[in-house]
Structure formats: C-alpha cells, structure tokens
C-alpha cells in the first residue's frame, strides 16, 4: 500500500475514533419531551379524574385535556451524541442540567417538590372554579407546618387552626408573623387554636368545630441569617390558608407533580357543575398555573406540550398569556392557540369555540 494512501487511512480511522469517543463524553444536559395528556371530564385507571358529590353534576363531552412534559432523571448523564440527537430532534428539547435540577437538587427532592406544588394546585383549582360560579368558598388560617426543634414543637401541629394570636383575630396568614414580631425575643405570646384533628372532624361531619384552646409560646430570637433575625422574635411556625368547601371535590391522577394542570382542572370542575357542553364536543387541551383568584400563570415546557397535545387529537390549546410567545414562535400544523391570562377569559373562550364562533378567539403571536 502506498505510504501516501496508508497515511490518508490512518488519518481517517483516527478521526473515526476521536468522533465517536466525543460523541460518548457526557454533558451536563437534560432532556425534556412531549408526555401523557389527561381528559380532566374522563377516567383514568377506572375512575374519574374530578368527583364531585354534593350539588346536582351535569353529562359533559369533548375533551379538556392538562399536558404533562417527561424530564430524565437527576442522575441521568447525557452523552453528546444524545444531545445533538435531542437537539435535531423536532419531539424533544435538550436543556442545561441545572434548569431542571437546580442546587444539586436530587430527584426525590424534585419529586416531592412537584408533589406539593400539584396538590396546592388542585386546592387553587377548586377555589378559583367555584367563585368563578359564584359558590362561595369559606378560608381559614392555619398551621401549615412546625419548625423541628423550635418553641411551637409538639405545641402547635400542622393542620391547627389558627383563630387569635393574644386575643386578636387573624384572618389571613401574614397577621401571625406581624403579631407575633410584636413581642421581644424571649415573651410568650398566646395562640388560641382549633386542633387538626377536632378541626378534620367537624369539617367531615359537616359541623362547626366546638371549643378553643389557648396555647401559650415563648418566642426565641430568629436566626442572625434571617432578613431582621437579630431582633425579630419567632415561634417556628408557616402560618398557610385552608378552604372549607361547601361539599367534595376530589381529583385523581397518579405520576402527576407541578402546578401546570391547575387551569384545565378548574375548566373540568365548571363544565361538570353547569348545564351544557363547555366543549361543544370539541377536543381543547392546554396548561397553566391558577391561583385562588382565577390568574393563569405560565408554565414550563410549553413547546413539548402542544406536540403531546396535537399528538393526541387536541385542535385548541389554551394557552397562558406569558408563554403565547414561545409556543407562536412553534406550534404543530392543526393546533390553534388560544391566549388566555384568567380563568374567566378561558371559560369565554371555550363558549366561543362550543359556539363556533372561534374568529373572535384571542389569539397568540410570535411577537
């Protein structure tokens, strides 16, 4: 073989190697694609997604679908060549590690994390769906969870409900941290609660909780890391809010975390309490936070949910105002957006859609 010919083969098998053996290198990427989408009017698993007793439920058709995104895991070690597949790939987004697990955040960390979040998120559902119906929703202030080691420890327990802080009626959470810091590290300062489990009672049977009971504190200094912890007094409590709804609201649904869900289940709520087709037996699909009030808010992910929404039959998509840039700038032929920032503007627009009347729909643009 000539020399010249053998050097041009050695040459070309070395960068073979060198490619391929870059290809292998991990990166510090992750990857994101389309995942299951869930009708919040259907079953799954054999039982229904939202199970209302109570008030009189109406028959609904057509499909309000939430979108859901798969991630890899925490310890998932992409290799370049999977990123660049990922990167061409038009179902998958490849995104920096650290956007999906931030601080070293291990996966049963996230995991809980999104588990809170999508419990808070049915809790804001229901809320925002019954006073979107003008069903009034009763709140209280509670106890919603105890610093370990702190004066409130085996004191005051997560699920407490908080009436009085020193004979002063609180009625939302930020009124326990002002009275509280009105005393000087070291004063005791006295809560007069309804304990969870006489509170849980009542609530299932259907009563007014009977008789308080004062619990008397003493305040520690907060820690110096804290914003005011040099003076500020504490008890070690998160004060929160919980609702009394007027009857059962449940939501089912497995292997689901995040907040994402929370406009669709609302939407799912509404179309079942009232008469009529929300849907017009059109099938809508969509995403975004919600909270107590009805506000939309923007949601990871997006591109990947209109993808497992299209893939799936969806020709609408709901989609909230801060992320109608993003999904414009790429959104799968068949799917039209629908730009929404309050649950009032969706519950319009799906009449407009039963009505066909979907010239009027507020759009989404790239711009």
Known sequence: MPRRTATMLASTLLLIVLCCTGLLINVPYAEMSPGPTVNTLGETRGEPVLRIEGPGTYRTTGNLNM??????????????????????????????????????????????????????????????????????????????????????????????????????????PGDVAELVTKHKPGEDVTFTIIPAKEAAAAEKAGRTPEGDRKVTITTERAPASEEGGKDRAIVGIRAGTDHRFPFTIEIKLADVGGPSAGLMFSLGIIDKLTPGSLTGGKFIAGTGTIDDEGKVG??????????????????????????????????????????????????????????????????????
């Open 298 to 367: 923007p949601i990871g992910g997006i591109t990947m949910k209109l993808v497992g929404a299209r893939d799936e039959g969806a020709s609408y998509f709901l989609t909230p105002d801060e992320n109608c840039a993003a999904a414009a700038a790429d959104t799968p032929d068949g799917l039209t957006l629908v730009r929404v920032k309050t649950l009032d503007d969706a519950v319009k627009s799906l009449e407009k859609i039963s009505a066909g009347k979907t010239d009027a729909l507020p759009s989404c643009s790239a711009g």
């Open 67 to 172: 979108t859901t995104v798969r991630v890899t895991g925490a310890d998932y070690r992409m290799n370049l060549g999977q990123a660049v597949y990922g990167w061409l790939a038009h179902d998958s987004v490849v995104v920096p590690h650290d956007t999906l697990y931030p601080d070293g955040k291990t996966e049963e960390q996230s995991t809980q994390e999104n588990a809170e979040e999508f419990s808070q998120s049915q809790e804001s559902a229901k809320v925002a769906a019954l006073r979107e119906l003008d069903i009034p929703v009763a709140t209280q202030v509670i106890v919603a969870s105890v610093v370990k080691d702190s004066p409130s420890e085996g004191k005051l327990h997560a699920g407490d409900v908080i009436k009085a802080v020193d004979s002063t009626e609180v009625k939302e």
